[in-house]
């Protein structure tokens, strides 16, 4: 019997109707207009509610119109936010299911990855987190036919991160999502100077400078951030708000990011 994922956030952090969620897909995503169109490897997006921070989520998913039929793989790693460990998280699963249909993992590519050092399965990791779940509508809306690696990140170093994207980095075929909140509830003056310096660090490719007071997804963004140094990848800022922005108050934000390496 295959093993499905359930959908665990569906009705919390975006619509758990398949219309509803298509159409909240498509108004953030019109609501965003590029001055070019860039090709991806790698992405950075949030993970919050889509009230909060799908609109930002949207402006990098945008750049994926042109290779709808190009991605088959979509590596995500987001952090574990409800279960602690050490390294980094696999399912079990065979697929993973949203309220627009299933998504099948791509078990040859876990099986590569599964013999290093520091990668293991922990199903009860994934039961309920929301980092990953949250990117795979979008992914859903903009893509044909694809598989995904889904990994959660615990306590990890980025070397072990860059060495299992080594590992997955493939071709054009491959695309890398990080999913990651920049900071959490400052107030609005003193997020946007903490963000500023998160993103200053991301596009400088300094993977010694954010923490988790930076980002809850830290540890994926480190990992990138070194492998992208080493293989001379160049990144991008595509949006930078936070919940004060968006829909929230301006005491206690969440700051979100979009940035797209290439």
């Known amino acids: 019997m295959e093993i499905v994922r359930p959908n ?3 009705g919390l952090f975006y619509p758990a109707d398949a219309g509803k969620l298509k159409n909240q897909i498509a108004t953030d995503m019109a609501a965003c207009h590029a001055e070019q169109s860039l090709s991806p490897k790698a992405l950075i997006v949030p993970h919050a509610g889509y009230t909060y921070s799908g609109a930002v989520a949207a402006c990098a998913y945008q750049h994926l119109k042109p290779l709808k039929t190009i991605i088959k793989r979509v590596v995500l790693i987001g952090p574990s936010h409800r279960v602690p460990f050490e390294g ?3 399912s079990s699963a065979e697929w993973f299911e949203t309220p627009m249909g299933l998504i099948p993992v791509d ?5 590569q990855i599964m013999s290093i050092e520091g990668v293991h399965a922990l199903e009860r990791a994934h039961t309920r987190e929301h980092s990953l779940e949250v990117q795979l509508p979008f992914l859903q ?6 598989k995904i690696v889904p990994i959660l990140a615990g306590q990890a170093s980025p070397e072990l991160v860059a060495r299992v994207l080594d590992t997955l980095w493939g071709g054009e075929e491959t695309l890398i999502v990080i999913s990651s909140d920049l900071s959490h509830f400052l107030d609005y003056d003193s997020a ?3 963000d500023a310096e998160t993103s200053k660090a991301i596009i400088d490719m300094n993977n010694q400078f954010i923490d988790g007071y930076h980002a809850c997804g830290s540890v994926g963004i480190n990992g990138l951030l ?7 990848l160049h ?3 595509l949006d930078l708000r936070n919940s004060g922005d968006t829909a929230g108050k301006r005491d206690s934000v969440v700051g979100y990011g979009a940035y797209l390496f290439q």
């Not at 809306?141 to 694809?146: G, T």
């Not at 070194?226 to 001379?232: E, F, K, M, V």
């Open 8 to 10: 665990a956030v569906a």
């Open 88 to 90: 980094l998280a696999l």
């Open 107 to 111: 078990r040859d590519a876990e099986s």
């Open 141 to 146: 809306y903009l893509l044909d036919d694809f």
């Open 192 to 194: 946007c100077e903490t």
């Open 226 to 232: 070194l492998y992208a140094r080493q293989h001379d």
């Open 235 to 237: 990144g991008h800022i």
